[in-house]
């Protein structure tokens, strides 16, 4: 199948990713949110109008009632979908019925889902093909590996995903609902104790992902954090004022590693580096190696400096004790990003040109043929 230069899309439930096969990076990057207005006589005009998306919907969210269609990695509002990804293509300038569309999608995707998500791009957006790839499997690719584990923590939930010849091992995998929201909701409460509020949620994200770091050791850090004034880091506000953080920088990423002491509602919920032994523990023993080898972090929850060093030091100290045994964790450079950027190597691919699904073979098969064809 010879097509033009595909869209790559990576689905996420705080922001969309898009760009082309062959590039280094995605071209356009925006929050995962749909805006219409509250009120009739701004419903009116509205009606002649497109909806808000992104940061023009937030910007006037005062007289909108805004959607998140993505939902831990999971499309529930397929409206609001629509309306992203029409705003996607207008913000690339591509037209969708001239390229084919390779989409990330979640680890454990319902197949209605996958059904409704191909229906849909087919359907009305008239484009010539489509693929559906889960996005650790192309996290895996970005890194250059087809065997290994991938940590995949975004906004709403991270995944343990274990792959072997590049294909996800679907009933080894492991999931925590806790990701990047949680850590935000935890670092403005920790701070709120001290009396810093941060209103805006995007506001504190920023400052969580600028200032906070993860420990090599918890408690040492704690002790050093009470005697010493040298860990403390400023943020300026957007109206002029200063935050300063202690020892809050490495508390709240501390969560990922030791939910509890976020008081998540059980002091059994395991720890990301809990949730990757788990997955590995599932799989049979001949490959559970390759999988300690190359542990690959990605999503944004993975971006903390410090990360890579703790997550090894813990999965050495809870891997069965072996001469052969070697833990490697692997922390990309943008890993946020990987999973856009082993989809564009994907579809680059001479060898991936046969696996699109065509319009051709969805009226013979129906939607279901995603299913057939997308693994």
Known sequence: MSLAKAVVLDNGSDTIKAGFAEEDSPQTEFITVVGRPKYAKLQERADREDPLVGIDALDQRSDLDLTYPIENSIITSWDDMETIWKYTFAKLGAS???????????????????????????????????????????????????????????????????????????????????????????????????????????????????????????????????????????????????????????????????????????????????????????????????????????????????????????????AEASPTRKVKVIVPPEPKYSAWIGGSILASLSDFQSMWISKQEYDEEGPAVVNRKCH
């Open 96 to 318: 969708p019925e001239e390229r084919p569309i390779l989409l990330t999608e979640a680890p454990i995707n319902p197949q209605v889902n996958r059904e409704k998500t191909t229906e849909i791009l087919l359907e009305t957006f008239h484009t010539p093909a489509i693929y559906l790839a889960p996005a650790p499997v192309l996290s895996l690719y970005a890194s250059g590996h087809k065997d290994g584990i991938i940590l995949q923590s975004g906004f709403g939930v991270s995944y343990a995903v274990p792959i072997s010849e590049g294909f996800a091992l679907r009933q080894n995998i492991s999931s925590l609902d806790l990701a990047g929201k949680y850590l935000t909701d935890y670092l403005t409460k920790i701070l709120s104790e001290r009396g810093i509020t941060l209103t805006e949620h995007r506001i504190a994200t920023d400052v969580k992902e600028r200032l906070c770091y993860v420990a090599l050791d918890f408690e040492k850090e704690m002790s050093t954090a009470a005697s010493e004034s040298g860990l403390q880091r400023s943020y300026e506000l957007p109206d002029g004022q200063f935050v300063t953080l202690g020892d809050e920088r490495f508390r709240c990423p501390e969560v990922l590693f030791q939910p509890s002491l976020a008081d998540t509602g059980s002091s059994l919920s395991p720890g990301i580096h809990q949730l990757i032994s788990e997955s590995i523990m599932k799989c049979n023993e001949d490959i559970r190696n390759k999988m300690y080898a190359n542990i690959v972090m990605s999503g944004g929850s993975t971006m903390f400096n410090g990360i890579r060093e703790r997550m090894r030091k813990e999965i050495t100290a809870i």
